[in-house]
């Protein structure tokens, strides 16, 4: 099921971004899939980039399925150029 | 990780080392397969900060760089404090000064500037730059300027989106840390990557680690600035890499210039931070004339000029006669100090120690670099000897890194500038801070001086923001102008001749052959001629007319002057008044040097003369060539089997006269010929790269015009009417063909008519069918031209078709149908549609294929060719066209 309007705008402060993953990481307890859309996302700081990495790492190891949809070119330009390649491999 | 230094190298590397020395890192032996897990790290980190930095706005960017340089500044007094008391060089208040041209000097120059997105827009060539960061950078700072080149460094790295990690020279670890981490939290603080901003800490192992970082994968750009040898290992690092080195500049002290405005300036340069600045002064090449005056200005403003003996005992402390290079322990310090360890007592406000080096002493030591108040000085007899001088100081370590001169004369300094090859020529300027840039002149600001290839670095420019951008061109397609030329007049219908006596001619000179002289042709001219027009005959020229016959109508012409050439026949006396004219205008050129090649003859290689002295009038006499409109003039080398096509606008006639009744005579079957030479001109003109509406409109009438009168030429040859409307329909053809030439028919007949003596006309039709079947297929190669963006050969063709009467509404069936029309008129008109009906036997043309192949192939006519032939699918069409 796909968790929507979770990421949305310019995600810079740290509190909107440790409350959205948490919420994320919730989620992942009870669920084999989860289907992250990026649509609505505007901007990414170092800090989402680290969260974003580590829950995957998590999500990995609980057996969940991650899928990024949706990655705005602007934003997709960032994990190629962060060479993130836990990242990249889930997008699309 | 591997290093290309050999043990050798090491040792030469570490003696060359200038501002580093021994305590500098010997890299080659601390090099192992050490892993710094923080150095990782913080490398991933600045990895993440350059890839975030890839969203901001120049705006964003803006606002960071603005307040980091407010922190530079603030701390800019504390900055220079750490400075010298670690590095224990320098002087602080210069240290301050250049802080603060590292931040507030660099500010100024950079604000304004476009770094993200579109940075320039190059209208003229419809081009613009767009900036994408380097990413990573690797920045190594040297001793002599730590904290300055921090603010630097940084400043630009930010204004660039770009993350920048350091690495101090150990004996500046302190100030470094502490200047990156006060720059970093100003850039967080305005909203900049965590992470942008990176630092190696001091610990024991600082040079393993720079070394690591080096050449670490995340690293994109390693940024050195220092000493030979690191700079070496920065370009070593198999990195894209800025490395910057050493210098030794000449000062040339021109008789042109004041002498105590001299000295005050270089007194100001050299002092500058105690001369611990790399574009500062090293020696001066003094002008015989004013040398002793100068070393008086020099003393009056407290520097001291030693004794020979004074230089003697100077020198082993300045440059450290083990090493050869200067002594590290002086660097920067004041003057007075370094004379105290020589044992000369000077006042202890002594700016400089300047010592006089003997002329024949070449390799005197103090001739290097030395980083502190000490100044060689060399006498020189004359201005040859001050160049020659100032060269051998440029070539003794430090070429390419800068140069000065004082001079008021223009000429001496012009001399300086193109024989001396540094990257900054410094002219009548302090050239420690006219090095730095923004302050006495507009260098960009910077503290990285590029040497280019004579200090074995990447790059001259005094580094600068755009060093770390990697600049994206975008070209827009460029639609090429094109242009339409014709002579500016053109006159026509029978008896249309006499228009020859109004103009002013005085001297005639009449180009003809035998043939028009026989007929009465030549004396229809010669009636015609305004009264009292003296007049020349050369009446010599042969069909294909060679070079000989060139040269033979230039003797004739010689002492004739004349005001207008009249050429009276057919393509060949035409082509050879076109040849005579132009080497009789310009007897100064070469024929090989106007007969290259060319795709473009707007950007060939040869320049043409611009003719115009004379005019030239010409009458044809066969309805074919269009030799009377066109800028071709064809010139047949006999012994080379070759004819050598000239092509430029200059040799268009200015006038041309159309008029039938000089045709009539024309036997049927050169009529023929003529006749299907310049309806290929329009068929082939119209499907050209180059057709263009106002070619198109005469093809489109040319081809109908000849389609329905070459058969009646052929039945009534004496129809002076008829007559008339192929021969204007021959003048149209070559008004198109000059200005969208011709294509693959005309390369082949070429080749044709060349080997097997074929007429031309004849030599065109043979191909006719092949050729609309080649050109309206799908080609295997299209031609590339920028004007063209769809393929429209067989639309054009089908165009045709319908303009001679085709009720077809199918492309196909209109080519079917053109391809029927054209056999008609050519067999309507005697002419061969294969070659097979000409003269020539099977196994002889079979043998001669290769040949003509390679003859077509490199035809000019195949260039503007809608479809670009491949070797074989020419060979193809010679096969099928017997
Ligand atoms: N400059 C150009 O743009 C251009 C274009 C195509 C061909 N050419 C060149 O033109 C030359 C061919 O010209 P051409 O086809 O007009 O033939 P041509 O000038 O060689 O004349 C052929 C023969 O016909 C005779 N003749 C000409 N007019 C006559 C008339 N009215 N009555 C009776 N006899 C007449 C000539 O005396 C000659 O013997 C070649 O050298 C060719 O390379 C030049
Ligand atoms: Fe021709």
């Known amino acids: ?92 | 990780m591997t290093m290309v230094f050999s043990p050798q190298d090491k040792h030469e590397n570490f003696v060359l080392d200038t501002e580093a020395t021994r305590l500098n890192f010997d890299f080659i032996s601390e090099l192992q397969e050490d892993s710094f897990p923080h150095v990782d790290q913080l490398l991933l980190k600045a990895r993440k900060a350059s890839a975030v930095f890839t969203q901001y706005t120049q705006g964003q960017v803006d606002k960071i760089v603005y307040a980091v340089v407010r922190a530079a500044l603030e701390h800019s007094r504390e900055f220079a404090k750490l400075a010298v008391e670690e590095t224990r060089m320098g002087l602080f208040e210069d240290k301050i000064l250049k802080n603060i041209v590292a931040s507030e000097f660099l500010y100024h120059q950079i604000k304004d500037k476009k770094t993200v997105n579109v940075i320039r827009e190059i209208k003229d060539e419809q081009m613009v730059e767009i900036a994408e960061p380097v990413g990573v950078i690797a920045a190594l700072t040297p001793v002599t300027n730590p904290t300055s080149t921090v603010i630097y460094k940084s400043i630009i790295s930010l204004k660039t989106r770009n993350a920048i990690v350091f690495s101090p020279h150990l004996m500046s670890s302190k100030c470094v840390a502490y200047t990156a981490e006060v720059l970093y939290k100003a850039a967080l603080k305005a909203g900049a990557p965590e992470g942008c901003i990176g630092w190696l800490k001091r610990n024991s192992k600082l040079r393993k680690q720079t070394n690591y970082l080096i050449h670490h994968k995340e690293v994109d750009l390693v940024f050195a600035t220092g000493g030979t040898t690191m700079v070496k290992v920065a370009y070593s690092s198999g990195k894209p890499a800025i490395g910057v080195g050493s210098g030794n500049t000449p000062v040339y002290v021109h008789k042109s210039y004041d002498v105590s405005s001299a000295a005050m300036d270089i007194c100001i340069s050299k002092t500058f931070d105690n001369g611990n600045e790399c574009p500062s002064e090293q020696t001066l090449v003094v002008d015989d004339d004013i040398y002793e005056q100068l070393l008086q200005e020099f003393k009056k403003i407290n520097c001291y000029i030693c004794k020979e003996e004074e230089t003697k005992k100077l020198t082993p402390v300045v440059i450290d006669p083990e090493t050869g290079v200067m002594n590290y322990k002086y660097v920067g310090k004041e003057a007075y100090k370094i004379a105290q360890a020589a044992g000369i007592d000077v006042p202890t406000n002594t700016k400089i120690l300047l010592c006089e080096i003997n002329s024949d002493d070449k390799n005197h030591p103090l001739l290097k670099e030395k980083l502190m108040p000490v100044l060689a000085v060399l006498r020189a007899e004359s201005e040859g000897d001050a160049l020659s001088k100032c060269l051998l100081v440029n070539h003794s370590g430090g070429t390419g890194h800068t140069a000065g001169i004082f001079a008021k004369d223009e000429n001496v300094i012009a001399k300086f500038q193109n024989l001396i090859n540094a990257g900054r020529i410094i002219v009548n300027q302090p050239t420690s801070l006219g090095g730095l840039g923004g302050m006495y002149n507009n260098l960009p600001t910077t503290l990285s001086f590029g040497c280019g290839t004579g200090g074995a670095n990447s790059t001259t420019e005094n580094v600068n923001i755009y060093n770390l951008l990697n600049i994206k061109r975008v070209p827009r397609r460029q639609i090429m102008p094109m242009w339409f030329r014709i002579p500016n007049q053109v006159y026509f219908n029978p008896g249309s001749l006499n228009v020859l006596k109004i103009f002013p001619a005085k001297n005639a000179f009449i180009v003809t052959d035998k043939t028009m002289e026989k007929l009465g042709v030549l004396k229809k001219v010669i009636d015609n001629l305004p009264n009292g027009c003296n007049f020349k005959v050369f009446s010599d020229v042969e069909s294909e007319p060679s070079k000989d016959v060139i040269d033979r109508g230039l003797t004739e012409v010689s002492n004739f002057s004349p005001d207008y050439f009249i050429a009276v026949g057919g393509g060949s006396v035409i082509d050879a008044t076109k040849g005579i004219r132009l080497f009789y205008e310009c007897p100064d050129i070469k024929f090989e040097d106007l007969s290259v090649d060319f795709v473009d003859f707007r950007k060939r290689v040869i320049s043409f003369p611009t003719l115009g002295k004379t005019k030239l009038v010409a009458i044809p006499t066969t309805s074919g060539t269009g030799s009377e409109v066109s800028p071709a003039c064809v010139i047949a080398d006999k012994k080379n089997n070759l004819k050598v096509s000239l092509f430029d606008y200059n040799l268009t006639p200015d006038i041309a006269i159309i008029d039938s009744e000089l045709v009539c005579e024309l036997p049927v079957k050169p009529s023929a010929d003529t006749g299907i030479d310049a309806f290929t001109h329009a068929l082939e003109a119209f499907v050209s790269i180059y057709a263009n509406d106002f070619t198109d409109a005469l093809c489109l009438q040319a081809i109908k015009i000849i389609y329905e009168t070459l058969p009646k030429v052929i039945q009534r040859p004496h129809d002076v009417e008829i007559r008339q409307k192929m021969h204007n329909a021959a003048t149209l053809a070559g008004m198109a063909f000059s200005n969208a030439s011709v294509g693959i028919n005309h390369a082949m007949a070429h080749a044709l008519g060349a080997k097997f003596g074929v007429p031309h006309g004849r030599a065109n039709a043979v191909f006719l069918l092949s050729t609309i079947d080649f050109n309206s297929g799908i080609p295997t190669k299209f031609m590339p031209f920028p004007n063209n963006k769809k393929y429209i050969a067989k639309e054009k063709y089908a165009e045709i078709a319908k303009s001679l009467g085709s009720q077809n509404n199918e492309i196909e069936k209109l080519i079917v149908d053109l391809k029927e029309k054209i056999k008609e008129l050519l067999s309507k008109s005697g002419l061969p549609c294969r070659i097979s009906e000409l003269d020539i036997k099977l196994d002889d043309y079979l043998a001669a294929i290769p040949d003509l192949v390679s003859k077509a192939f490199n035809d000019l006519s195949l260039r503007t060719n809608p479809r670009m032939p491949l070797v074989e699918e020419l060979e193809g069409l010679f096969r099928n066209a017997y």
């Open chain 1, 1 to 92: 099921m796909p968790i929507k309007n979770l990421f949305n705008g310019e995600m810079t402060s740290n509190e909107v971004i440790d409350s959205a993953f948490s919420l994320l990481e919730n989620q992942a307890l009870d669920r084999n899939e989860i289907l992250i859309n990026f649509q609505n996302l505007v901007f990414v700081s170092v800090y989402f980039l680290e969260k974003l990495e580590s829950f995957i790492e998590k999500a990995k190891k609980l057996n969940v399925k991650v899928q990024i949809k949706n990655v705005p070119p602007s934003i997709y330009k960032v994990f190629r150029v962060a060479r993130v390649n836990e990242i990249l491999k889930l997008c699309f």
